[in-house]
């Protein structure tokens, strides 16, 4: 069931890197409500659609967020950008030893609808998908 969840959080991650923007009024109200109701003090500043999924993308004390919702209002997920520092210990020691040459430029704390935590390690042209003790997923 984990690697149900894990494969279906990495191809829907996978999906938004071709994501469209799009305006609002293109965005279903079930979607919206969702994000009034859970989200109540936040702007969306930005709307993107891929396979059925909209993303809602926000800042929240300076920091990016973004929740990615199916066309009923249904949360699949969250994700927040954290400092590199706060990855787990083995996503620094994979990225040393498999991309040897190449930096962490970005992080992201991911929690699915079941509360299932990954992380994502971007490096030049790449973005590294970990579980939650930083096993390399993806």
Do not use: C, R
């Not at 919702?69 to 787990?88: A, F, M, Q, R, Y």
């Amino acid at each position: 069931m984990k690697k149900i969840a894990l494969l279906f959080m990495a191809s829907a991650i996978s999906s938004l890197s071709f994501a469209q923007e799009i305006k609002e009024s293109e965005v279903p109200e079930a979607v919206k409500t969702t994000m009034k109701k859970k989200y109540s003090s936040v702007k969306v500043t930005t709307w993107e659609k891929e396979d059925g999924y909209y993303e809602a993308g926000f800042t929240v004390d300076k920091i990016k967020n973004s929740v990615l919702l199916d066309e009923k209002g249904t949360i699949k997920e969250s994700e927040k950008e954290i400092p590199v520092s706060d990855l787990p210990k083995g996503v620094a020691e994979y990225v040393k030893k498999h991309h040897p040459n190449e930096k962490i430029i970005g992080a992201a704390k991911i929690t699915d609808s079941k509360d299932i935590i990954t992380y994502e390690a971007e490096i030049k042209g790449k973005d590294l998908f970990f579980d939650a003790n930083g096993k390399f997923i993806k």
